[in-house]
């Protein structure tokens, strides 16, 4: 399959890379455009692709294309786009919150996959939910498929609108650890630990306790209890985020991310 990737960022190499890593794409048939000049030096000098820095002619040579700029970028770039795909052509879009509709519409194109992949597709352990338009018959979605489990695991999600829910939890999802992470990190210098120290202590606590909740038969609320003894640490910890607010403020925010993706539709 040949592959031009539209905006070749975090996101867009994260894909690119975990293609050529399991030969789903020859490095001559990857075509990579970039529009940031510093981004495009680094893309040649590392040779991953064939690196353009404009949308011209040339991509609608290839099966499928993969729109990964950012959201506010889109119009621009479909103004572009739109005069060159051609109508067998696939795109596949992994931009927060603008459905399929609106891609369709402004590239004047049928054949979407709309995706919302994470930050750990970067190391083949991302999880990303995708929906399609219904024109992509199925051996064409698993190829599209296929091709998205290089980067880690995938979802179908039947219901187009639940993207954005896809989007505020699993795709923003890596922030909300590093937050909680940090602020461990944090709590741990205050108490007197060098950085060093207080990582360490946290990054083994999280990878630990990960493999505790697949592994354990016990559910979240019975781990917690395990660790929170009647009158002791945890308990006193636990009070404090219920007074502050910690439970309810990261539900509030997820569900702010989802609104945040709806308007970024508009
Ligand atoms: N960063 C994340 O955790 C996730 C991001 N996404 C989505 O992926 C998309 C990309 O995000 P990132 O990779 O984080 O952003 P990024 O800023 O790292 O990459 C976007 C790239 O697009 C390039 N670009 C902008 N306009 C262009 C144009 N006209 N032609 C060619 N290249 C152009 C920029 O120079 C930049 O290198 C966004 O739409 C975002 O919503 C989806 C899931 C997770
Ligand atoms: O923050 C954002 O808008 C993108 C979408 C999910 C993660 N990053």
Partial sequence: MKIAIVGCGNMGMAFARSFIQYNLVKKEELLLIEKSKERSETLKASKEGIVVDTINEQIGDYDLVILSVKPQD?????????????????????????????????????????????????????????????????????????????????????????LDAVTALSGSGPAYFYYVVKHMIEAGKQMGFEDSM?????????????????????????????????????????????????????????????????????
């Avoid at 990261?250 to 702010?256: E, R, S, Y």
């Fill in 74 to 162: 889109f119009s621009m770039v479909a103004a572009e786009l739109r005069t060159v795909l051609k109508e067998p052509q696939i795109v596949l879009s992994i931009m927060a919150g603008i459905n399929i509709d609106r891609i369709q519409q402004e590239l004047a194109h049928k054949m979407v996959v709309r995706a919302m992949p994470n930050t750990p597709a970067m190391l083949g352990m991302g999880i990303t939910g995708f929906s399609a338009d219904e024109s992509i018959g199925f051996s064409k979605l698993q190829k599209i498929e296929n091709l998205i489990n290089a980067t880690g695991r995938s979802v179908y999600i039947e219901d187009e609108q639940m």
């Fill in 198 to 266: 207080a990582q360490l202590l946290v990054k083994q606590t999280m990878l630990g306790a990960y493999h505790l909740i697949n592994s354990a038969e016990m559910n979240i609320d019975e781990l917690i209890k395990a660790v929170a003894s009647k009158g002791g640490t945890t308990e006193a910890a636990l009070k404090t985020f219920g007074e502050s607010g910690v439970d309810t403020g990261l539900v509030a925010g997820i569900l702010n991310a989802e609104k945040r993706a709806k308007e970024l539709s508009k």
